[in-house]
């Protein structure tokens, strides 16, 4: 009788332990998608492993995020949709892909916004940022962040030496309508492409020049084919990483409050990352024979000025207002 007691006993122990042992191995294989643009090793890709790393580490290895780098899940615009679906948790994009689903965060892809990096983050850090990462809802997105983005600057393949290099060019912009209406005001054709399309286009001359930060320039090797870039630092673009608001929704608060917090950390490495790249990226380029010329910026912005009066963009004016009044 004893015995069968303790016979009882062991199975229920047994049996305990294969629960607790499954579910904690259900729980490991909980894999989350990443989409991401850039190559493993490059700023924002890092700060993606960053996150991944540290999603992995605060939520006891319950949840795992597989990055997938290099557009492996498509391009921007169809990433961000597919997070807005679900079929993607996590999407690291720029600003001007979330437009198309959610139009007022365009405000970050109007140029000259922002006087500094130090400004920009004071921005992202504050009341303004905050509320376009809780306003990414409508869109079914959940803002998590933001990542350093750098400022971007017209290259082509023919010299760049003021705004008159850049009449009648065909430049490669984001599929975004900020991006398009801004280089129409330059006197030159805005080509929507995806980024992964870009090298290609340039290469074959499709188009004859492109605008990005110094990192996308080189990374994807924009400069071999473009090696002519005037430093107008048109755009300082905030880089933002969303969460599907279906599987967020599906997470308990303590999972909620882990991935932030990985957030907020892989966002501090990230930029660290950034500023560590970004002006070697520039000296690299220049190494390999590349000429960069700094720009008039007084020209750039006078010729840009008419975005902030056109009707479609009127949705912006509040809140262009409180980025200038931040201090
Ligand atoms: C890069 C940015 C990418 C992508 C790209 C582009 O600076 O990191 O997310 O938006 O620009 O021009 O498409």
Redesign the pocket.
Known sequence: MKRNKIGLLLLIGILLIAICASSNLMAATKVLKLA???PAD?P?AKGDSKFAELVEKYTNGRYKVQCYFSSQLGT?NDVVEQTKLGVIEFT??????VVTVYPEIGVFTMPFIFTSQEHMWKVLNGPIGQHFLDACEKANLVGMGY?E??S?HFYANKPLDNLASLKGLKI????SPV?VSMVKLLGATPTPI??GE?YSALQTGVVDG????Y??WVSANHYEVAKYLIQDAHQR?P?ILVASKKFWDSLSRKDKSAMKRAMKEATEYQIKEWNAYEFKALEQAKAKGCIVKPANSAEFQAAMAPLYDMPEYQIFKEWLKKIKATK
Request: hydrophobic fraction near 25%.
């Open positions: 991401e643009v850039h490059y924002t921007e690291r994009v720029s600003t001007a892909p990542f983005p750098g971007r490669r912009v984001q599929p991006p995806a980024y870009v492109a605008e990005n930060n990192p996308s673009q880089e």
